[in-house]
C-alpha cells in the first residue's frame, strides 16, 4: 500500500496545523480564545488499484480542504457531516476528476518530550482516531476501495532547530519526521479498507470497513526535497 502526497499538498496541511497551534482561535470578540487546538480537513485526488496480485493500491493526493466549521480542541476535533457532504457533493460535480480520498487532522503537544513518550505521532486508539476512519469510510465514502488517513503532529522546540528529514514506520503506519523553524513535525498516515458483504441467503449487501493491518509506504519526495533546500 503507497500514500502518495502531491507537492502543492503540503502547504495547506502545514499552514493549518501551525496556524491552530500557534494562533489563538476565539468564537467571538470577546470570547476567551485557545491555542494548541486540533484541526480537520479532506484530501482529494484518486485511488489507483493494483494491477497485479503482487502489486500494490496507490492513493494519490492532489489536494486538500480544510474544515473551518468544525469544533476544535485542545484533546480532540469533531468535523461536521453536514459540511462533508457539502464538499463530496460539490466537488463531485464541479471537479470530477476529483474523489475523497482520505481525512487529515492535526496533534498539538507542547513539547518534542511530550510527543516521544506518548507516542504523539500515532493514532489515537480504538475508540478514537481508528474507530473514527472505519466508520466515516462506511458512512461517507464507501465506494472507495482504500482512503488515507494523515496525522499532522506539530511540537514546540525551545530554539531554531534542523535536522535530516528521516522517516519511521510501524506495523500499520509509515510517516516522515521533519524540522521547520520552532516546530517539529510528525507527518504520518494510516488507511482504511471497506469491503462489500453480500448475503445471499438473506439477499443484503452492506460495506464494511477495517483499519489496513499491513506496511504502508508514505511518499512525499517535494516535501523532503523542500526542506533540505530551504533549512
Given at each position: 500500500?503507497?500514500?502518495?502526497?502531491?507537492?502543492?499538498?503540503?502547504?495547506?496541511?502545514?499552514?493549518?496545523?501551525?496556524?491552530?497551534?500557534?494562533?489563538?482561535?476565539?468564537?467571538?470578540?470577546?470570547?476567551?480564545?485557545?491555542?494548541?487546538?486540533?484541526?480537520?480537513?479532506?484530501?482529494?485526488?484518486?485511488?489507483?488499484?493494483?494491477?497485479?496480485?503482487?502489486?500494490?493500491?496507490?492513493?494519490?493526493?492532489?489536494?486538500?480542504?480544510?474544515?473551518?466549521?468544525?469544533?476544535?480542541?485542545?484533546?480532540?476535533?469533531?468535523?461536521?457531516?453536514?459540511?462533508?457532504?457539502?464538499?463530496?457533493?460539490?466537488?463531485?460535480?464541479?471537479?470530477?476528476?476529483?474523489?475523497?480520498?482520505?481525512?487529515?487532522?492535526?496533534?498539538?503537544?507542547?513539547?518534542?518530550?511530550?510527543?516521544?513518550?506518548?507516542?504523539?505521532?500515532?493514532?489515537?486508539?480504538?475508540?478514537?482516531?481508528?474507530?473514527?476512519?472505519?466508520?466515516?469510510?462506511?458512512?461517507?465514502?464507501?465506494?472507495?476501495?482504500?482512503?488515507?488517513?494523515?496525522?499532522?503532529?506539530?511540537?514546540?522546540?525551545?530554539?531554531?532547530?534542523?535536522?535530516?528529514?528521516?522517516?519511521?514506520?510501524?506495523?500499520?503506519?509509515?510517516?516522515?519526521?521533519?524540522s521547520a523553524g520552532t516546530?517539529?513535525?510528525?507527518?504520518?498516515?494510516?488507511?482504511?479498507v471497506c469491503d462489500l458483504?453480500?448475503?445471499?441467503?438473506?439477499?443484503?449487501?452492506?460495506y464494511q470497513s477495517y483499519?489496513?493491518?499491513?506496511?504502508?509506504?508514505?511518499?512525499?519526495?517535494?516535501?523532503?526535497?523542500?526542506?533540505?533546500?530551504?533549512?
Open positions: 500500500m503507497r500514500v502518495v502526497i502531491e507537492d502543492h499538498v503540503m502547504p495547506v496541511l502545514m499552514s493549518a496545523a501551525i496556524e491552530a497551534y500557534d494562533i489563538v482561535h476565539k468564537a467571538t470578540e470577546r470570547s476567551k480564545g485557545k491555542k494548541k487546538i486540533e484541526t480537520y480537513g479532506l484530501l482529494w485526488g484518486y485511488v489507483v488499484p493494483a494491477k497485479s496480485e503482487d502489486g500494490e493500491n496507490k492513493v494519490v493526493v492532489t489536494s486538500a480542504t480544510i474544515e473551518t466549521s468544525a469544533i476544535r480542541h485542545e484533546n480532540y476535533v469533531q468535523p461536521d457531516i453536514e459540511s462533508i457532504e457539502t464538499k463530496k457533493a460539490l466537488i463531485q460535480q464541479y471537479w470530477p476528476h476529483l474523489e475523497l480520498v482520505g481525512t487529515f487532522h492535526s496533534h498539538p503537544y507542547d513539547s518534542l518530550d511530550e510527543v516521544n513518550d506518548i507516542r504523539g505521532w500515532e493514532a489515537s486508539g480504538e475508540d478514537g482516531d481508528l474507530s473514527y476512519w472505519t466508520n466515516f469510510h462506511e458512512h461517507i465514502a464507501p465506494e472507495q476501495p482504500v482512503l488515507a488517513h494523515l496525522i499532522l503532529t506539530v511540537a514546540q522546540l525551545q530554539k531554531m532547530g534542523w535536522a535530516l528529514p528521516d522517516s519511521f514506520q510501524g506495523r500499520n503506519y509509515s510517516g516522515f519526521r521533519i516546530k517539529k513535525l510528525w507527518l504520518n498516515t494510516y488507511v482504511s458483504i453480500e448475503d445471499e441467503v438473506e439477499e443484503t449487501e452492506e483499519i489496513y493491518d499491513d506496511k504502508i509506504k508514505l511518499d512525499s519526495p517535494a516535501l523532503l526535497r523542500r526542506i533540505l533546500e530551504n533549512s
